[in-house]
């Protein structure tokens, strides 16, 4: 069975571009969470969407971070205009509901911003 | 609000060694989850297991084992006879309440490396 597939996998930009990372979840799956590692803050969630709708987006850092999920098999998060303290891994995951804590993680996106 | 530490951020053991990594929480709830999940060199966090305040039975998985001492606030992995294949990230996770995956708090892990 295909896992969470992200892409791209690795995104290197210029500052002020605008970056679209994309996530397909596991089928079924009803719950995505967006998460941001750096070596500094470590794992952080930025969104949760549960059955396609934003539930919590208290951890998007400021609006330039926006979120979507226009389906149940897709989402994207985008920034605009990306910044260099944007670098980080950027996780997609998902989850059979909401309540197991069994995430299971995509391989992440690798975002650069020089 | 509730925190997990991972006090041990680089462990290095030769292949076979058996290995204990350390995780100490802090919550305020009765009612708990913890978790521990692996990040690989490939990058994908995998889920290990998932623990919950009232079961305090010690887990085990195959070389994999889990010790929740409540007393202590720690929810500590064993490796028995490590491999070069367990080197990854491990990451302790506390969620409080009925375990939401959205309210999982993440320790900063700890970098495995066994040596061959």
């Known amino acids: 069975d295909a896992g969470v597939i992200q892409s791209p996998r690795h995104e290197v930009t210029e500052m002020g571009q605008e970056v679209t990372l994309r996530c397909k979840p596991i089928s079924g799956h009803n719950s995505l969470f967006w998460y941001r590692q750096t070596m500094m803050r470590g794992l952080e969630l930025l969104i949760y969407f549960n059955n396609n709708v934003p539930i919590d987006d208290s951890g998007m850092p400021e609006d330039r971070f926006s979120a979507k999920m226009p389906n149940a098999s897709f989402s994207t998060l985008k920034i605009q205009p990306s910044e260099p303290r944007d670098s980080a891994v950027y996780f997609c995951a998902s989850s059979l509901g909401d309540y197991t804590g069994e995430l299971f993680f995509g391989e992440g996106s690798r975002l650069t911003v020089l | 609000a509730q925190k997990v530490t991972q006090a041990q951020t680089e462990i290095s053991v030769v292949e076979k060694e058996d290995v204990t990594l350390d995780c100490v929480y802090e919550?305020?709830?009765?009612?708990?989850?913890l978790f521990w999940y692996k990040q690989p060199p490939s990058g994908e966090l995998v889920f290990l297991i998932r623990?919950?305040?009232?079961?305090?039975q010690n887990e085990i998985s195959g070389r994999y084992s889990w010790n929740f001492q409540k007393s202590t606030s720690s929810f500590n992995f064993t490796i028995t006879a490590s491999q070069v294949v367990d080197s990854a990230v491990y990451f302790c996770a506390l969620s409080e309440a009925s375990g939401s995956a959205r309210q999982l708090t993440f320790g900063s892990g700890t970098q495995l490396t066994v040596l061959p």
């Open positions: 623990r919950n305040s009232f079961d305090e």
């Open positions: 919550t305020r709830d009765t009612t708990y989850y």
